[in-house]
Every structure is written in structure tokens, then in C-alpha cells.
């Protein structure tokens, strides 16, 4: 058989009885993949005298497979033949001529090939009967073969012709498209038989009414043989975009030889330069996905929130996201009507409608996959820088007097320290938090945000990666809403709190210990220190100093109903109540003594009135003026004293600094070239 390689196409792929029934589902052995016109070579054996050329032609009709030959100096013959599947994939006609299985019949369907005496009386003699074998090359091209039982005859190749009449099919039954979204087209592909250089097309969308709405030509398409794409991004004339409510839209494409003039073909009755035309292929409008919410809830059961959550240290929320999405056909009886629909992100499918999570009174339902295709959702944490990117130094810095680029709302530092300036924009990134209906949760104490980008999966209909920038660092400006992500950049920059907004999810994950204060105040772990922040910014974990720090976390463990937020020196003599402990000082021996009579103090933990424990607030005068400085919170006294030792938790910052919260021994507060002498003072709240 012949295996020489020539070029590849797709053939055009027909519906036409039991013969291709294999080919209509992609089975690469189908009959109707034979259909074509083709250039033919053959040869009888050795030397060029027994090569011969010539044309043929395969069609269908009804179970027949019809081939149609004529040889180079040789009238046109036809051969008809019930086909059969055979070995590797060929097609085996038993051959038996116009005039049916005679010596003139036989001979004429072969064109006289054979030569005199080569095909019996009956047409089967003592060889069997006369059979021709054909198979379909992944090259496009077919190979042939005649033969008598075992016996080979003759070897053919037949190539695709173009300069044969044209035949046209769409590959797609049916395409998606996005509406009100340019650039993201449904996707036909045009295959055209023989596949000519180039070919003029012209496309045509309709409505459900049948009227036209977009017509285009496109002359001069190159088709290298794989035939074309055909794509409509969903515009309609005279203007504006594709309407659901006017679908389900038709699309139909007609295909002629670019530049050719109708005229007599090579073949008798074939015009090479007639128009031919396929289609329509149905185009249905994709829900439009206009918004996105990451919602969550504690526990497995309860309705879905898109508040954001303080849960215990054990707890494991889920966390998914909420599409909303313009669905047309939402309802049978209507199908021109659209409509917002709210889908629900979820791995496992729920048993029943019933068993659907909501949030609030907008029911939710999953998203049907089987018809509009997999959505993707990426994932990430919003994660809040500890310090300015040391690239952006808003003008104002120079007045806040930072050393470190520390996010400040105040004068940092000099004469002027505390003095309101305004307030500093604060910066974040975004790390890979998973992909799939749930993010990663994270598992350790602190405040964690998630963010979302949901597209549809297949890349033809992608909404658009994330757009870089939108950070809250350089470009805080919000994005449009149809990227469907939710996270820093759909919320934007809160003005009131300068940083991350509550629309941003977030779940504020307390700590371990038993304490419920101590618990409280690990959730604001990575959450940056801002000198001079406000409430609202401490009570929505955006940023804390040392006092508002204290006095958020005492707020969300119920230990206070005050809901003014104050500075360390009136929490101090205000808010907080003293529980008998005198004032102390560190003096600069490194000891504890009385700030008033001078005289050793020694501060034990236990119950007692003059006894310290973990929660107490402890208070830091570092100059001596009168005035409280520094809020800090008593967390461990691993010696059972209140020593150089003791762990107290605070606000922290420093030129490496990129967690607000941290935990150290009282030396790391005292006993430096800078403060020899400090006073401490122990407070409760009330």
C-alpha cells in the first residue's frame, strides 16, 4: 500500500447511514471519512510503463460507498460497493461495476487498468472475488489496493485535490460564547474540501426570530489544510453586544475559492468556483459572571457569611465563594428571560435543593458544570506588609519622621512625636493560597484575608488573568467588577481606614491559651503596627499601636464596654483599674524598687491583691515626665516573678519588623543606655 506522506487536512465529515456511523463520533476508521476528491497515482509492479494517473471521486449513497475514476486517457468509470470494515482500519468494497459483476462491468469500474484477460468472466474466478481496499491516512491522504483474494493487483494513492468542487462543514455543534465580552468569541472551526490556499468566507449570525445581526466577509482566508477558525465576539450590528434575551443566536458560513469566477470544472458538472455553505450551528450565551463573593462560616452547618470572622484557635471554617451570574433560560417556560442567579462554589454537591448553604435570604445554587463548562477559581491570601516597600515614599513621609519606612499616622519622632499628620496608606501582597471551590486555610494563630478569581475553565472563554498593580501599594484604584475576582482590588483601599477593607474576607484565628484575653490578642498576629491608629482601624485588624491594641482585643474578649478608643496614658489612669500593686521602678542597678519610698519591690504571680497574672496590663513611663508611654500586656512569668524575665506582648516595630504582634522579656524594654530608669506601673481592666 502506498505510505506516501502528502498534505495533512481535515476531511469533511457527513452523515449518511450505517457507513458512518463510526466517523460521525470521531473514529478515525469512519467511511464518510473517505468523501473527497483526489488526485490518483498507481502503479501495476515495476517500471514506469505500468504507473498510471488520474482523478477519483468517493461519495455516498444511501449504504453505498460510490467511487468515481477516470484515468489519464481513459473514459469515466464508477464502481459501486457495500462496504466493510476490515483490518487496521480499511474499508473493503467488493467491486461490481455499472453493468454489474461482468467481465465489462468489472473492467470498466477499474478503468481498463488491469489490462485484457486480468478479471474473470463471472468476476470472481479461481481467486475469489475482485475486491478494493481503502484506508484513510492520517496524512488525509487514502491508500488503495486491488486485489483477487490474496492476490495484489495494483497499489493507488489518492491525494486530495484541491482543485476539486468544494464541500464545507462546521466541526462545532454548538458553541459558548460570553456576552458584553469582547474578545472572548464563541469558536467555529470551517473545514473546507479540498483544502484550496485560500478561500473567501462570509459569516452570519441570526436570532431566535431569524433576523440577521452580524454579517461578515473575510476574503482571503488561509487554509493550510486544517481548515479555519471562525470566531464571534458577540457583536451586533449596528451596535452594542450580544443580547441573551434575543438567543439562542444561529451562525452559518458560506466558503468560495478566493478570487474564482464560476466556470466549467475538471470534472463534468463540477463548478470548482460555486459558494457553498454549512451551518447553523447553535451559539448559546454563557451565564455572565458579573460579581463574586468569599463567604464563610464556622463549622459545617448554618447559613454562609461574607462578614468577616473571629473563630477559636481549633475551629476549621469553610471558606468558598458566592458567583453571581446572568443566566438566560433560568426558567423553562422562558427561555428569552434573564435573570441574576447566585451559584455556590462547592467540592462535594449537596444530596438535595434543601441541603444548599445561603446567605442571608439569597438562596444559592450549584453551578451546573454539565452545561456551561468547569469553573476555575484561584486563590490567595492578601498579606499585609509589615513596612513601606522601600520603592514608595509618599511625600508625606518627610513629616512623619519615620526611620524604617513604619507605617505612621502621626510624627514619629523629634520635638513634634504624636502629632496628627494624617492618614499613611498601607501596603499589602498576595500569596497562592490553592485553587479549587475552597482555599487553603490557613491553620496558625493571626488574621488571614482571601481573595478569589473565578473564570471559567475552558481558555477560550477565560475572563482575564489578575491585573498587577492593584495592591493597595501603588495603584489602590478598584477594578471593574466583571473580572469576577473579590479581594484587595475589588474593595480597593478603605479611605476611612487606610488600608485593606472589611470587604476583603477575612478570619481572625485566636490563640491557644486558655486565657481568653491572652487568646484574643494572638489574632492579631500579622496584622502591621501603625503609630497613632485609629479604632476603627484596631477594631477591623487593619493596624494597632500599642494601646489600641490592648484595648481592641479587651473590646472583642468582652472585658470592657468602653467603645472610645484612648491613648496608653488616659488607659492607664482612666480606663484600666488598679488592683494595689504600687508603682515601681526599674532603677539602674536592674532592680524592681518602689517609685515612691525607694524600696525593693518583688512582684509574685498568684490571686492575691498585690499579686500579678497573666492579662494585667503593664504601663511604661520611660523619661520620668509623669505621662504614661507604652501599653504592653503581662503574657508568662516563667521564674513566678515579675523579673528582667517576664514575657509581655506589645506592639512591635523596627527596621525588619513585619508583624506588629510580639511577645518579649521585660529587658528588651529596660535596662538600656537610653532608659536607665522607667516606671512601671500594673493595671487591670475593670
Not at 94 to 115: D, I, K, Q, W
Not at 231 to 253: N, S
Not at 324 to 329: E, L, P, Q, T
Not at 366 to 380: F, M, T, V, Y
Amino acid at each position: 500500500m502506498l505510505e506516501t506522506s502528502c498534505r495533512s487536512l481535515a476531511v469533511w465529515v457527513v452523515a449518511a447511514g450505517a457507513l458512518v456511523a463510526g466517523a460521525a463520533h470521531g473514529q478515525e476508521g469512519g467511511a464518510a471519512a473517505l468523501v473527497g476528491a483526489y488526485a490518483l497515482e498507481g502503479d501495476r509492479g515495476a517500471g514506469a510503463a505500468r504507473r498510471y494517473a488520474g482523478r477519483a471521486r468517493i461519495s455516498l449513497a444511501g449504504d453505498a460507498l460510490v467511487v468515481e475514476r477516470r484515468l489519464d486517457g481513459q473514459a469515466p468509470a464508477v464502481a459501486r460497493g457495500s462496504a466493510r470494515a476490515g483490518a487496521q482500519g480499511t474499508w473493503v468494497l467488493r467491486l461490481e461495476g455499472e453493468g454489474g459483476a461482468t467481465t465489462s462491468g468489472v473492467a470498466g469500474a477499474l478503468g481498463g487498468l488491469l489490462g485484457e484477460g486480468a478479471v474473470a468472466t463471472s468476476g470472481q474466478g479461481a481467486g475469489g472475488e475482485l475486491l478494493l481496499e481503502l484506508k484513510r491516512l492520517a496524512s488525509g491522504c487514502v491508500a488503495a489496493r486491488v486485489r483477487r483474494g490474496s492476490t495484489v493487483l495494483a497499489h493507488e494513492r489518492l491525494t486530495p485535490d484541491g482543485d476539486g468542487p468544494l464541500a464545507l462543514a462546521l466541526e462545532a455543534e454548538a458553541a459558548r460564547f460570553l456576552p458584553h465580552h469582547p474578545g472572548r468569541p464563541a469558536v467555529v472551526r470551517a473545514v473546507v474540501t479540498p483544502a484550496p490556499a485560500r478561500v473567501d468566507l462570509e459569516v452570519e449570525v441570526r436570532d431566535a426570530a431569524g433576523r440577521v445581526v452580524w454579517r461578515e466577509r473575510r476574503p482571503g482566508v488561509e487554509d493550510a489544510g486544517l481548515g479555519v477558525e471562525v470566531r464571534w465576539d458577540g457583536r451586533v450590528e449596528p451596535r452594542g453586544w450580544a443580547d441573551v434575551r434575543r438567543g439562542p443566536y444561529a451562525l452559518t458560513v458560506s466558503a468560495q475559492r478566493a478570487g474564482a469566477q464560476a466556470g466549467a470544472g475538471p470534472q463534468a458538472g463540477a463548478d470548482p468556483a460555486a459558494r457553498v455553505t454549512a451551518g447553523p450551528v447553535a451559539l448559546e450565551a454563557l451565564p455572565l459572571i458579573d460579581a463574586v463573593w468569599v463567604v464563610s462560616r464556622n463549622g459545617h452547618a448554618g447559613d454562609l457569611t461574607a462578614a468577616g470572622k473571629i473563630v477559636g484557635h481549633d475551629d476549621r471554617p469553610l471558606v468558598t465563594a458566592v458567583v453571581r451570574a446572568i443566566v438566560a433560560g433560568a426558567r423553562p417556560s422562558e427561555p428569552t428571560r434573564t435573570e441574576r442567579a447566585y451559584f455556590v462554589l462547592q467540592a462535594t454537591p449537596p444530596a438535595s435543593h434543601a441541603e444548599l448553604p445561603r446567605v442571608g435570604r439569597v438562596a444559592l445554587a450549584p453551578w451546573d458544570a454539565a452545561r456551561w463548562g468547569a469553573l476555575e477559581a484561584r486563590w490567595e491570601w492578601v498579606v499585609a506588609l509589615g513596612l513601606h516597600d522601600p520603592a514608595y515614599r509618599p511625600t508625606q513621609n518627610a513629616r512623619r519622621m519615620t526611620r524604617n519606612g513604619e507605617f505612621t499616622n502621626v510624627v514619629s519622632n523629634g520635638p513634634e512625636e504624636g502629632k496628627w499628620v494624617g492618614l499613611d496608606t498601607l501596603e499589602y501582597a498576595h500569596e497562592p493560597a490553592g485553587t479549587g471551590p475552597e482555599p487553603r486555610v490557613d491553620p496558625r494563630a493571626g488574621t488571614t484575608r482571601y481573595r478569589v478569581d473565578v473564570d471559567y475553565a475552558a481558555p477560550a472563554l477565560r475572563l482575564g488573568e489578575a491585573a498587577p498593580g492593584s495592591l493597595g501599594r501603588r495603584d489602590p484604584t478598584p477594578t471593574t467588577a466583571a473580572r469576577a475576582s473579590s479581594g484587595l482590588e475589588a474593595a480597593a483601599i478603605a479611605p476611612q481606614l487606610a488600608g485593606v477593607s472589611p470587604e476583603v474576607h477575612r478570619i481572625s484565628r485566636k490563640g491557644a491559651s486558655p486565657e481568653p484575653y491572652l487568646a484574643m490578642l494572638e489574632a492579631y498576629r500579622r496584622v502591621p503596627w501603625v503609630y497613632g491608629s485609629l479604632g476603627v482601624q484596631s477594631q477591623h485588624f487593619v493596624g494597632y499601636d500599642c494601646a489600641d491594641l490592648a484595648f481592641a482585643a479587651a473590646r472583642h474578649a468582652g472585658l470592657t464596654t468602653r467603645t472610645q478608643f484612648t491613648n496608653a496614658h488616659n488607659m492607664c489612669e482612666l480606663y484600666a483599674r488598679k488592683p494595689g500593686i504600687p508603682t515601681v521602678r526599674h532603677d539602674a542597678d536592674g532592680r524592681l524598687v518602689d517609685a515612691r519610698r525607694g524600696t525593693p519591690v518583688e512582684l509574685l504571680e498568684g490571686t492575691g491583691a498585690l499579686d500579678v497574672r497573666p492579662g494585667d496590663l503593664v504601663f511604661f513611663d520611660w523619661d520620668g515626665d509623669g505621662k504614661w508611654d507604652h501599653t504592653t500586656i503581662l503574657w508568662s512569668l516563667p521564674s513566678g516573678r515579675f523579673d528582667l524575665g517576664a514575657r509581655l506582648a506589645w506592639a512591635h516595630h523596627g527596621p525588619a519588623v513585619t508583624d506588629g504582634f510580639h511577645v518579649g522579656p521585660l529587658e528588651e524594654l529596660v535596662g538600656t543606655p537610653a532608659r536607665p530608669e522607667v516606671r512601671i506601673a500594673v493595671r487591670r481592666w475593670k
